[in-house]
């Protein structure tokens, strides 16, 4: 049931999934999370259309902890979201140091607030964790414990920020077309990791040119196999018989989602000689049933399925039927058997019915 | 949002709508049409069950409705059912509008690739260490084309919709194939 998780996984983004899957593609150009670490700046004005930048300020923090960790930089997309997007996207991934996260969070709730709450933040957080903090509001910027850097800060500050950690490598370009371009690929990268589970033998393939390779043909196999079996259709059935269809379809797939007895559609979906045998299965059962509710009145039993419980006596296809064969059953059988033996010659011509029982023991056998 | 077996479910039961109307049509089509219809049929029922959220359904429903004979077109219809105008105009519409804004946005991307083609020679004039990855990722791009023309409404797209697009695709067709597998084998063919 790999495949089923897999299925639903996809469905599951798939629905998430963009907006701009609709539009362009490239809209949700600055929706992009990336996040790395190393130092960096705060973009923000990512407008809905994502390339053409309305402002972006960098504003680099550096915060350097005692204990903790040597330098920790964060860089941020901030996003400002347009009208229509409502909704609120919150991602983060690979967030390596939580503490900086909470950090990111007191700085987005500040930027909310106004200004006076904003330096009380400010103040706290410094208190707290000795860490800098900029303020993007009205350009007051306080140099605080420890060696910040700040440059920055034109930002409008009582939008709704949506940001994207995006954290960027020592020495990897900073600038917002390689990191939109970076997160690109990361994206890419990932689908590909997705088309890897799904295609199968694709596993052991690296690079991407093998795993496109690998791609096209399962895709071209695909296709050619759904030509494949159209022609077949076509060529056996000049016209479908779409009752039998129909019955088919419901069997097959209750069989799968509801939990029918998978037994009864394979025999169905195989045996030609279904019908016959269910019939007679069904037969066998039911007397075999009342003979066990009531064993006083088996000859009138008797004379109603004798026919019947000869095929299945010879073809001991009343185990294959029953296969929870108590004890009781045998003895039933064995008692059926010997009051057969002894009425037979009575009741039944048996030259009348060597050719019915032969031809029963055929179907049964096939 | 629906587990993989009701997407067959749903598929199938489209599937049968149109090979009914198939069956109740075709009494003199010879083996080439009724093959034609059967993956006609097939392919919209792919398409239509996945509900026109993706592009590639959108465009296997628009160009199944665009199709000229009478009969596919009434199939197409009839497998849609009421959904038909719903399908069949806003995909219209909105491909048409994907095919506008994108055929801007290949126009630029035209103007970066020369751009960048020149800054490529210069560079490459200066340096042969980089052929290797010149060559990879002419080899990427050759079968990014590839898979572009296999995948239906492939040619407008970029990169990462193109996966997007084939990841989806390739469920539904598995979907199909294993749908049409268990019908082949139903209707008691030797398989």
Same mark, same amino acid.
Not at chain 1, 312 to 323: G, I, N, R
Not at chain 2, 149 to 172: H, K, N, R
């Given at each position: 049931?790999?495949?089923?998780?897999?299925?639903?996984?996809?469905?599951?983004?798939?629905?998430?999934?963009?907006?701009?899957?609709?539009?362009?593609?490239?809209?949700?150009?600055?929706?992009?999370?990336?996040?790395?670490?190393?130092?960096?700046?705060?973009?923000?004005?990512?407008?809905?259309?994502?390339?053409?930048?309305?402002?972006?300020?960098?504003?680099?923090?550096?915060?350097?902890?005692?204990?903790?960790?040597?330098?920790?930089?964060?860089?941020?997309?901030?996003?400002?979201?347009?009208?229509?997007?409502?909704?609120?996207?919150?991602?983060?991934?690979?967030?390596?140091?939580?503490?900086?996260?909470?950090?990111?969070?007191?700085?987005?709730?500040?930027?909310?607030?106004?200004?006076?709450?904003?330096?009380?933040?400010?103040?706290?957080?410094?208190?707290?964790?000795?860490?800098?903090?900029?303020?993007?509001?009205?350009?007051?910027?306080?140099?605080?414990?420890?060696?910040?850097?700040?440059?920055?800060?034109?930002?409008?500050?009582?939008?709704?920020?949506?940001?994207?950690?995006?954290?960027?490598?020592?020495?990897?370009?900073?600038?917002?077309?390689?990191?939109?371009?970076?997160?690109?690929?990361?994206?890419?990268?990932?689908?590909?990791?997705?088309?890897?589970?799904?295609?199968?033998?694709?596993?052991?393939?690296?690079?991407?040119?093998?795993?496109?390779?690998?791609?096209?043909?399962?895709?071209?196999?695909?296709?050619?196999?759904?030509?494949?079996?159209?022609?077949?259709?076509?060529?056996?059935?000049?016209?479908?018989?779409?009752?039998?269809?129909?019955?088919?379809?419901?069997?097959?797939?209750?069989?799968?989602?509801?939990?029918?007895?998978?037994?009864?559609?394979?025999?169905?979906?195989?045996?030609?000689?279904?019908?016959?045998?269910?019939?007679?299965?069904?037969?066998?059962?039911?007397?075999?049933?009342?003979?066990?509710?009531?064993?006083?009145?088996?000859?009138?039993?008797?004379?109603?399925?004798?026919?019947?419980?000869?095929?299945?006596?010879?073809?001991?296809?009343?185990?294959?039927?029953?296969?929870?064969?108590?004890?009781?059953?045998?003895?039933?059988?064995?008692?059926?058997?010997?009051?057969?033996?002894?009425?037979?010659?009575?009741?039944?011509?048996?030259?009348?019915?060597?050719?019915?029982?032969?031809?029963?023991?055929?179907?049964?056998?096939? | 949002?629906?587990?993989?077996?009701?997407?067959?479910? !749903?598929?199938?039961?489209?599937?049968?709508?149109?090979?009914?109307?198939?069956?109740?049509?075709?009494?003199?089509?010879?083996?080439?049409?009724?093959?034609?219809?059967?993956?006609?049929?097939?392919?919209?029922?792919?398409?239509?069950?996945?509900?026109?959220?993706?592009?590639?359904?959108?465009?296997?429903?628009?160009?199944?409705?665009?199709?000229?004979?009478?009969?596919?077109?009434?199939?197409?219809?009839?497998?849609?059912?009421?959904?038909?105008?719903?399908?069949?105009?806003?995909?219209?519409?909105?491909?048409?509008?994907?095919?506008?804004?994108?055929?801007?946005?290949?126009?630029?991307?035209?103007?970066?690739?020369?751009?960048?083609?020149?800054?490529?020679?210069?560079?490459?004039?200066?340096?042969?260490?980089?052929?290797?990855?010149?060559?990879?990722?002419?080899?990427?791009?050759?079968?990014?084309?590839?898979?572009?023309?296999?995948?239906?409404?492939?040619?407008?797209?970029? !990169?990462?919709?193109?996966? !997007? !697009?084939?990841?989806?695709?390739?469920?539904?067709?598995?979907?199909?194939?294993?749908?049409?597998?268990?019908?082949?084998?139903?209707?008691?063919?030797?398989?």
């Amino acid at each position: 049931m790999n495949d089923d998780s897999v299925i639903r996984d996809f469905v599951n983004r798939s629905i998430k999934l963009d907006p701009g899957l609709d539009n362009n593609g490239w809209t949700d150009f600055g929706k992009y999370p990336v996040s790395g670490n190393g130092f960096g700046g705060e973009i923000t004005g990512f407008g809905v259309n994502g390339v053409d930048l309305v402002d972006y300020s960098l504003s680099r923090t550096s915060s350097c902890p005692t204990a903790e960790v040597k330098v920790v930089d964060e860089l941020v997309v901030t996003e400002k979201l347009g009208a229509k997007v409502g909704k609120e996207s919150f991602k983060k991934r690979k967030a390596q140091n939580p503490k900086v996260v909470a950090e990111e969070l007191n700085r987005d709730k500040r930027m909310k607030g106004d200004s006076e709450e904003e330096s009380k933040v400010t103040e706290v957080n410094n208190s707290n964790s000795s860490t800098t903090s900029n303020n993007n509001n009205n350009n007051n910027n306080k140099e605080t414990s420890g060696d910040s850097v700040k440059e920055n800060s034109k930002a409008s500050g009582a939008q709704k920020q949506d940001y994207i950690h995006v954290r960027a490598r020592r020495g990897q370009a900073t600038d917002s077309h390689s990191l939109a371009e970076r997160v690109r690929r990361e994206k890419i990268s990932e689908r590909m990791k997705y088309l890897q589970d799904l295609v199968p033998g694709c596993n052991k393939i690296t690079g991407k040119a093998g795993m496109l390779d690998e791609i096209i043909n399962y895709v071209q196999s695909l296709q050619r196999q759904v030509e494949f079996l159209s022609m077949k259709l076509a060529a056996v059935n000049p016209r479908l018989d779409f009752n039998i269809e129909n019955l088919f379809a419901k069997e097959m797939f209750s069989a799968n989602t509801a939990g029918f007895p998978i037994g009864t559609s394979s025999e169905m979906a195989n045996s030609s000689a279904y019908l016959p045998l269910n019939s007679l299965q069904q037969m066998i059962s039911s007397c075999g049933l009342d003979m066990g509710m009531n064993s006083s009145d088996i000859s009138l039993q008797r004379s109603r399925s004798a026919p019947v419980s000869d095929a299945f006596l010879d073809t001991t296809c009343f185990t294959q039927a029953q296969p929870s064969s108590s004890p009781w059953e045998t003895d039933l059988q064995n008692l059926y058997n010997v009051e057969f033996n002894q009425t037979r010659p009575v009741t039944f011509p048996p030259q009348s019915f060597t050719g019915i029982l032969e031809a029963n023991n055929l179907k049964m056998e096939m | 949002m629906r587990p993989p077996s009701s997407f067959k479910q !749903e598929f199938f039961k489209k599937w049968v709508v149109g090979l009914q109307y198939y069956g109740t049509s075709s009494r003199d089509m010879n083996i080439l049409e009724r093959k034609k219809a059967i993956k006609l049929s097939a392919d919209v029922a792919m398409a239509s069950a996945r509900d026109g959220k993706t592009y590639w359904s959108r465009y296997l429903i628009a160009k199944a409705s665009k199709e000229d004979d009478c009969i596919s077109k009434n199939l197409v219809k009839n497998i849609l059912g009421n959904e038909y105008e719903r399908l069949t105009k806003p995909s219209s519409s909105s491909s048409s509008i994907h095919q506008c804004s994108s055929s801007k946005w290949i126009r630029s991307k035209n103007i970066v690739r020369r751009s960048c083609n020149m800054r490529r020679i210069r560079k490459h004039a200066q340096k042969h260490v980089l052929a290797s990855s010149i060559i990879a990722k002419r080899m990427v791009k050759k079968r990014t084309q590839v898979l572009k023309a296999l995948v239906p409404g492939g040619e407008s797209m970029d !990169e990462f919709c193109l996966l !997007e !697009e084939t990841i989806d695709y390739l469920l539904s067709l598995q979907a199909q194939v294993d749908v049409m597998h268990k019908l082949v084998n139903a209707s008691g063919l030797p398989s």
